[in-house]
């Protein structure tokens, strides 16, 4: 796949830094606490059940369509790019988590069939966004 640019790189913090330096190698990070067993992305620390300390659990990167929008126009992202296709992905492991599905024409996007992550690299060293393509049933 093409680098990311010229679309808008993830901003990085401490607390994300270990998701999007995964996804630069080619894996997908969720947080899964071990406390009360709640697998779940957004990548933050702290369990947003019971607050407490969660750690990092390799996901499958296995998946299904939960929702998604088509956008035709969108002004900061490249014109050759267009449509893009935002979707809620199911993970295996149970969080949802917004992304793009790529790789096939907006058309056969459809709720509900099975995708898998890729991984697009970026110019900033360290950096990998996850995207969603669709695989057979």
């Known amino acids: 796949m093409d680098a990311w640019e010229p679309r808008p790189v993830p901003s990085v913090t401490p607390e994300t830094e270990p998701f999007w330096s995964a996804a630069a190698d080619g894996r997908l990070l969720v947080r899964e606490c071990p406390d009360c067993g709640l697998v779940y992305h957004y990548p933050s620390a702290l369990c947003p059940d019971c607050f407490a300390d969660a750690e990092w659990r390799e996901a499958s990167g296995a998946g299904t369509v939960y929702s998604f929008a ?33 790789g096939c024409r907006p058309e056969d996007v459809e709720v509900g069939i099975p995708v898998e992550a890729r991984f697009v690299p970026t110019d900033e060293g360290g950096i990998g966004v996850p995207v969603f393509v669709p695989t057979e049933p």
């Open 70 to 102: 088509v956008q035709r126009h969108l002004g900061y992202w490249p014109e050759d790019d267009l449509p893009v296709v935002f979707a809620y992905v199911e993970l295996k492991e149970g969080p949802r988590m917004v992304t793009n599905v790529v």
